[in-house]
């Protein structure tokens, strides 16, 4: 089975990154509701991660289901590699 | 380079099968010392944040056992 490209995990490293500071920021303003600068770098991360994951999903193909991803053709969100096995 | 390490003494008696450690030190984070936290921080960048664990500069508290801090362990 061939393997992913290197591509592959850079562009993964990026999204964990973005989910990362959205979930710190989501944290943050949970008890800053008033934070202006919060509040725009919270929708700067939005943008940049939704970027982010349509260009993995571009590549990768589906990353979630029920309607969280565009499907390729085939029906293509069951095939390897799981996140698991990368 | 964290400076909110602290020590305590545990009682060593006469009696203990091995030589006592007199002196233990233990970290207290951060955020005991900052109370409510202020705005405007300054941040890691988002891949430094996903390796540090935090997004803010301040919160980040690295723990590195002794052997680490032999082999020069510092914070990245």
């Known amino acids: 089975m061939k393997q992913v490209p290197e591509e592959y995990y850079q562009i993964m490293e990026q999204l964990q990154a973005m989910d990362f500071v959205l979930v710190e920021l989501t944290l943050y303003l949970d008890t800053h509701p008033d934070d202006l600068e919060a509040i725009n770098q919270f929708n700067h991360y939005v943008k940049e991660r939704k970027h982010i994951k349509k260009m993995f999903e571009s590549q990768f193909g589906p990353l979630q289901q029920f309607g969280n991803s565009y499907s390729g053709y085939p029906w293509n969100w069951k095939d390897a590699p799981w996140p698991w096995q990368v | ?76």
């Open chain 2, 1 to 76: 380079m964290n400076t909110h390490f602290k020590t305590y003494h545990p009682y060593a008696s006469p009696f203990d099968p091995c030589t006592p450690i007199l002196e233990k030190t233990y970290s207290t984070p951060p955020h005991l010392y900052m109370g409510f936290q202020p705005p405007n921080l300054p941040q890691f960048t988002p891949l430094e944040a996903l390796r540090a664990g935090t997004l803010w500069k301040d919160f980040y508290d690295p723990w590195y056992n002794s052997l680490e801090k032999a082999k020069g362990g510092l914070p990245t």
